[in-house]
């Protein structure tokens, strides 16, 4: 199993396929990837060489931000989205939808597991 970038390539998998386990590496991304090391996208992940992995190495830390760096780019983005207080930033800050989604139904991912609202009557019990 090649490790690359601190993360393990999945076994088994096209190498296409295998480098998207890297934050950061997408379908394009790896493949261009690919192209500039001069390995086939198709190319089984069980077999790369050492050298290949050290090829993609090279090209995946020169041309682009992933893994810890693009983590930590991201992370003091919306630190200073909150710092500015800004709305995007206080949307951030309310775990709220930060892009203009509606909040009335839906957003349940963004707003974890909806709360009972204690003694609010329903309007059956008013009739």
């Known amino acids: 199993m090649a490790r690359i970038l601190g993360v393990d390539i999945p076994k088994n998998k096209a190498i296409r396929v295998a480098l998207r386990s890297i934050y950061g590496v997408g379908p394009s991304v790896s493949l261009q990837v690919l192209e500039k090391a001069g390995i086939n996208p198709e190319k089984n992940s069980n077999d790369l060489s ?56 839906n957003a349940r991912t963004r707003k974890g597991p909806a709360v009972a609202i204690a003694g609010k009557k329903s309007i059956k019990s008013l009739k």
């Open 50 to 105: 050492e050298e290949e992995a050290q090829l993609i190495r090279k090209y995946l830390e020169e041309g682009h931000l992933v893994e810890g760096d693009l983590r930590r780019t991201i992370a003091l983005n919306i630190k200073r989205l909150k710092d500015m207080a800004c709305y995007r930033g206080l949307r951030h800050k309310k775990s709220l939808p930060v892009r203009g989604q509606r909040t009335h139904t």
